[in-house]
């Protein structure tokens, strides 16, 4: 992702499970909802490796 200044970023939450069937929540600025997934799959290893276990990107206001 090239640089952008965080202003123009909006604010997202990604909510995954685990094979536990626990939830977990992250949050990154990202310029969409797409954008927010592929950070979501570069910081976080088990989103990496199980994309599918990701059951919503909702952006905060």
């Known amino acids: 992702m090239p ?3 965080i202003k123009s ?4 939450l990604l909510s995954y499970k685990d ?3 626990k939830t977990y929540q992250v949050g990154f600025y990202a ?7 592929m950070l979501a799959q ?4 088990y989103i990496h490796d199980h994309p599918r276990s990701v059951v919503r990107i909702q952006q905060k206001f």
């Open 3 to 5: 640089s952008t200044p």
């Open 9 to 12: 970023l909006k604010k997202y």
């Open 19 to 21: 094979s536990f069937n």
């Open 31 to 37: 310029r969409d909802a797409y954008d927010c997934l």
């Open 42 to 45: 570069e910081f976080n290893s």
